[in-house]
């Protein structure tokens, strides 16, 4: 498993083994196009996040190699699906092809849009972007409120 530690907000965030061969297999090596999902979690309320599910694209998704962008109907229909099975949406994944990816400025007005839209109770939202090496270490994971990006270093 690979852990994250975002100091700001005293928070750590935990990807299984699984989750990560899951995201792995989207990794952005050449000639693939950038690929996202949503992250799920078990736990919350908890300061220790388990990431228990990911959800991979879908064809409806508008994707290219510099571009995501997620099907808001299929998006919502997951939530509410996996709500039901006791994973809570918590953010968002996407790739960049990038060793170590960082986000772009529309990443970070996405992903504080998602905080201030969503109907979630939590203090923040995850940013997952997979690097695009095998060592998932190098990804990039932040917390994100309404305003601002708080990044979360790998243990
Ligand atoms: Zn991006």
């Keep these: 498993m690979y852990k994250f530690q975002c100091n700001e ?10 989750v990560v061969e899951n995201l ?23 300061n220790q996040i388990n990431i228990s599910y990911i959800s991979s694209p879908s064809i409806y998704d508008i994707r290219s190699k510099y571009f995501f962008k997620p099907d808001e109907k299929i998006s919502q229909a997951t939530i509410d699906r996996l709500f039901h099975q006791g994973h809570y949406y918590v953010g968002d994944w996407h790739t960049h092809p990038e060793k170590v990816p960082t986000p772009s400025e529309q990443d970070k007005k996405t992903i504080c849009d998602i905080y201030i839209k969503s109907n979630h109770h939590l203090h923040y939202v995850i940013i997952l972007i997979v690097s695009s090496e095998k060592d998932f270490s190098k990804s990039y994971v932040a917390l994100a409120d309404g305003n601002n990006l708080y990044s979360c270093r790998p243990m």
């Design 9 to 18: 907000i005293d928070i750590t965030i935990i990807f299984p083994t699984s």
């Design 24 to 46: 792995k297999k989207f990794r952005q090596t050449i000639f693939k196009k950038e690929a996202g999902g949503l992250l799920f979690c078990s736990n919350p309320n908890s």
